[in-house]
């Protein structure tokens, strides 16, 4: 059985890999005229997927599943519409492949080209969320990668559907049907296999939940591009616009709680925080947020009957998620850049400040993906940049850092024209 | 015992942390100031590293190391002052951090800068060569990383002596300290905590042989840039100028067999077969390289009374690292490519030819990190790239492919700048 498990998914990897060199020099033309067919096939196939959607939501109330969950697997006609509009604006994005980066001479003639190009096969490691196995695949097959899609049990059946719908798309276009494939099962032993393959399968996305992605990044030999999410900061500076700092902070913590790029914790420079600290508390507490206040701001809070609770310590390296917010008060920039450095995640942090210096220096010292001033974390995020698609905001240094579109999803390669220089 | 370990690799780790967020923000002087002080130090302690490097010597002699390895390990005044005139080199470096690689506004107004910043903490694995101290920590220095150095045992003592002047050299000019540090242990367990401290440190580079890259590749959860050799092939078309072809083969082959852009095979397209092998076999064995022939080639040489040895199946993906070169007769353009995208590892290709189409279609269609048309696999290296200097050549498609340069070591930061804009 493990033997056959490991037979199967190698299989897999080889077939992906073979497509993979077909996909890496198929125009664009032919890789969006998949795209669209596959646009098409969805809302024609709804029958078909509501069916098996059906059957991943029967298998769900059965187990109980919290009703979030449940309404997150829950597929509709207008929840497939939605999905196959986003292919059709995939692809109608620019092609990344082939842009020349940089070209340069050298002195004994030889010239230099740096060329964008396909990482090759990627693997994506997912839970439960239908959209996935096609937003991602139709990302990896825009950017020329082959796909080998690994999603969640409780989804099966409605990934299994889509992925027909996929090698459909894939074969009536003539494209290689092995450009995208779901792993058949979800045996965590044949994830297993799947990780160890580095000499077929390139890079490896995991999206989903913190143990997920620790699981993968400590059992995979492939690269790993983690996607954590966030423990944000907004700083307001002793020389801010207070109604700014209230509108940022109000949109960072409240606008999508659930998500990396909210803000989890306040900073708040002493030499304002007396007057900026209740009108922000009750900005804060009429959205429902709940404060963890730090001794010098509980104390400040407490003198004008704000809301608050005492923060623990481990609510200042919290990721919340949810209308909560930690809250400290900082003697100076320094500091507060420093407690960030130390306590945030590296993701989105904002500095509200009148004070171009003081900006300036927080977005030089503070060492997270994307440093904003007088503007809300939230902007961390494809669409926001203006990629036009997003597989993730990638939470690691190496590769891509923060927002990864298309362009992301590409490696490069030098091309050399000589005639006939060799070295000296 | 363990535990020590565990806090003393720990410790390290979070001192190079600290180091590294004040070394990213340190101006180009301050830290060409550091470099050069070092380059100043190795000369004038040029007494005690040469007998710290004797102590090394005296232990691999009594280990009885074949003298090819202990030449590698020995210091030499002139190899020291080699050493002092790469450090010195690299001061004069543009210094990478800083640049913009990219600017937009958004529609709203805000505007977002991509820009180089540091990595963060490199931890470099090497084996026995007392260079790559200096090499890497210089590199990193200049690049605004900490480095976090552990080299083989064999030459722990001149390791030890050069960390100590680089230790000097940071605090003489007022850098961190802990900006470069050595693990003061050759333990394997060290190596083993070291690489998961993921919050700490945030890439690995190992340098050596596959079998230290594997293991570091298997078991650490940080990132791992790997640099493992290459079976580099060369492909004469049927178009080739057989004198270019000769030229660039030999130097492919025969300037320095033992690296990992040197060619091990050779592919001939079957037209021009019979002509281009005996002339290249005639010029190839002048100077002293073995043939490993396939049936098709084998017959042609022996017809022409050329020495060749048949190859066997292992010889098409082997890397020779040596003067032996497979041979392979290929029908086409097209199994030239699928040839090379099956048995080579992906780093350097060549292919001579006097015709375009066919050149460019090989340098598309292979999948490698450098392909040449009409020019040396041996130009696939930081200082013939002109990078002015190199910490090796990837052989990952992440991050960095081919030649590793200060770019290289380099990740990106999004600075976002607005006035008040909130996501709506």
């Known amino acids: 059985?493990?033997?056959?498990?490991?037979?199967?998914?190698?299989?897999?990897?080889?077939?992906?890999?073979?497509?993979?060199?077909?996909?890496?020099?198929?125009?664009?033309?032919?890789?969006?005229?998949?795209?669209?067919?596959?646009?098409?096939?969805?809302?024609?196939?709804?029958?078909?997927?509501?069916?098996?959607?059906?059957?991943d939501l029967e298998a769900a109330r059965a187990n109980n599943l919290p009703s979030h969950q449940i309404d997150r697997l829950?597929?509709?006609?207008?929840?497939?519409?939605?999905?196959?509009?986003?292919v059709r604006q995939v692809a109608v994005l620019p092609d990344p492949v082939g842009t020349t980066l940089e070209e340069w001479t050298r002195p004994n003639g030889?010239?230099?080209?740096?060329?964008?190009?396909?990482?090759?096969?990627?693997?994506?490691?997912?839970?439960?969320?239908?959209?996935?196995?096609?937003?991602?695949?139709?990302?990896?097959?825009?950017?020329g990668n082959a796909a080998i899609l690994r999603g969640g049990k409780e989804i099966f059946h409605t990934n299994t559907?889509?992925?027909?719908?996929?090698?459909?798309?894939?074969?009536?276009?003539?494209?290689?049907?092995d450009a995208v494939q779901l792993i058949p099962t979800?045996?965590?032993?044949?994830?297993?296999?799947?990780?160890?393959?580095?000499?077929?399968?390139?890079?490896?996305?995991?999206?989903?939940?913190?143990?997920?992605?620790?699981?993968?990044?400590?059992?995979?030999?492939?690269?790993?591009?983690?996607?954590?999410?966030?423990?944000?900061?907004?700083?307001?500076?002793?020389?801010?616009?207070?109604?700014?700092?209230?509108?940022?902070?109000?949109?960072?913590?409240?606008?999508?709680?659930?998500?990396?790029?909210?803000?989890?914790?306040?900073?708040?420079?002493?030499?304002?925080?007396?007057?900026?600290?209740p009108q922000l508390a009750a900005a804060l507490t009429a959205k429902g947020v709940q404060l963890r206040a730090d001794n010098d701001s509980a104390s400040i809070l407490a003198r004008v009957g704000a809301a608050h609770t005492p923060a623990t310590p481990a609510d200042f390296t919290a990721e919340f998620l949810d209308l909560i917010l930690a809250v400290r008060i900082v003697p100076d920039l320094e500091t507060a850049i420093a407690t960030?450095?130390?306590?945030?995640?590296?993701?989105?942090?904002?500095i509200v400040t009148r004070d171009e210096t003081a900006a300036r220096r927080f977005q030089d010292a503070v060492d997270s993906a994307v440093v904003t001033w007088n503007a809300s974390t939230r902007f961390n995020d494809g669409f926001e940049f203006g990629f036009g698609a997003e597989i993730g905001i990638s939470t690691d240094r190496l590769h891509a850092r923060g927002p990864m579109g298309l362009n992301e999803l590409c490696t490069y390669k030098y091309v050399i024209d000589g005639t006939g220089q060799v070295r000296g």
Chains 1, 2 share one sequence.
């Open 1 to 55: 059985m493990s033997t056959d498990l490991v037979q199967l998914v190698t299989a897999i990897a080889q077939r992906a890999r073979a497509a993979s060199l077909v996909l890496a020099t198929t125009p664009t033309a032919r890789k969006d005229a998949a795209l669209l067919k596959l646009a098409e096939l969805i809302p024609a196939s709804a029958d078909a997927l509501l069916a098996a959607n059906a059957r």
């Open 340 to 350: 960030i450095n130390r306590d945030s995640s590296g993701h989105t942090e904002a």
């Open 186 to 277: 979800t045996d965590r032993a044949a994830l297993n296999t799947l990780l160890k393959l580095d000499t077929l399968i390139h890079c490896i996305i995991p999206r989903g939940g913190e143990s997920l992605i620790r699981f993968v990044a400590e059992n995979s030999t492939i690269p790993v591009i983690k996607h954590y999410t966030g423990v944000c900061f907004v700083y307001v500076d002793k020389d801010a616009d207070l109604a700014m700092a209230e509108s940022i902070l109000i949109n960072a913590k409240t606008q999508r709680p659930g998500v990396c790029n909210t803000a989890e914790q306040l900073l708040v420079h002493a030499d304002v925080a007396e007057t900026a600290l």
């Open 110 to 143: 030889i010239h230099i080209r740096k060329r964008r190009v396909p990482i090759g096969v990627i693997g994506i490691i997912y839970e439960a969320r239908p959209n996935v196995t096609i937003d991602c695949a139709i990302l990896c097959l825009k950017s």
């Open 74 to 86: 829950t597929l509709t006609p207008a929840r497939l519409d939605q999905l196959a509009e986003s």
């Open 161 to 177: 559907a889509f992925a027909a719908l996929l090698t459909q798309a894939l074969a009536e276009t003539g494209l290689p049907a």
